[in-house]
């Protein structure tokens, strides 16, 4: 790998919400679940996890929704961008690839959720796969409304 560029930068596409790590990755993953799917309305994300004592934000204020019982998801609610993750209990924050000022400094490691890639798409290399069997609980959390109470009670206030 060649010169890296530190601090790890970036934001989202119109420039409101800007982050830096003062770390490198702690990892960088493909997950092809169904939550990532639908939440980048895409094929997959390439997540990449900071530690949080290295990451802060240093522009604009990030929007949440609970995205599923055990995560929550960031978005620049100007530019829709989705911008962070942050599982519950865990406080090292996933933010995705192509936000990044430098995607190219940080090359992929390895594939999860595989059982919800879409058969059409190829993947064309050989790192390690692995299953994340999460389909059932994104059905279950849509069986108990778990999505539209979320926006009732925020349409509330
Ligand atoms: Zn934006
Ligand atoms: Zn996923």
Redesign the pocket.
Known sequence: MGEKTMPVTGGCLCGAIRYESTEPPNWVVC???????QAHGQLF?V?VEFPGEAFRYTKGEVTYYQSSPWAKRGFCANCGSPVDTWYKDDSDPIVHIGSLDHPEDWPLERH??IESKVPWHVIGDDLPQRQ?D?SKHVEAAKAQEFYSARESSRLGG
């Open positions: 997950c092809h679940c169904r939550i990532c799917q994300d997540g999860v959720g994340t999460v």
